[in-house]
């Protein structure tokens, strides 16, 4: 084999390895970003979660001392529009949730795919130096064997 179908067959594999390479970084990118997502979620949950305490506990204050019907109305209304929106916040969580554990088995699925072309890849320019290397051998010998028939023919 020439040294042209070695750097051809490396040059293949190269590409496929720089393409396995960029889509492992892609996903690890959107596992990255699939993670940061929730943990904003996390952190408008333990607001709300901190306005619910807080709220419910100035509903009490108002229920213990004199206080309007329309006034404590307002804050069992305001409390029920933030019990509403702690469970959507409880959805989107699990949504996130879903969508990091999808991102981690794509960045799974990536790196393996990346780690199987990369060994594909040493081991196909492991086969072309093997045979480059039978190839110069196997031209050495025929050599070896035209000089000795060379030499044996001059000698009477």
Sequence with gaps: MSN???Q???SVWDVLASKAQIAARQAQQQLIEAQQRKELAVVRSQKLDQLLAEYSEQLNAIQRRSHSILEAGNYRNFIVQ???LKGRSTAEFLALEADCTDARKSMATAD???LKVESLARRALDQAR???VAHETREAE???IMQYNLRNRARP
């Design 4 to 6: 042209d179908g070695t």
């Design 8 to 10: 051809s067959t490396s």
């Design 82 to 84: 933030l019990q509403a």
């Design 112 to 114: 393996q795919e990346r």
């Design 130 to 132: 093997e045979q480059q």
């Design 142 to 144: 025929a050599q070896g």
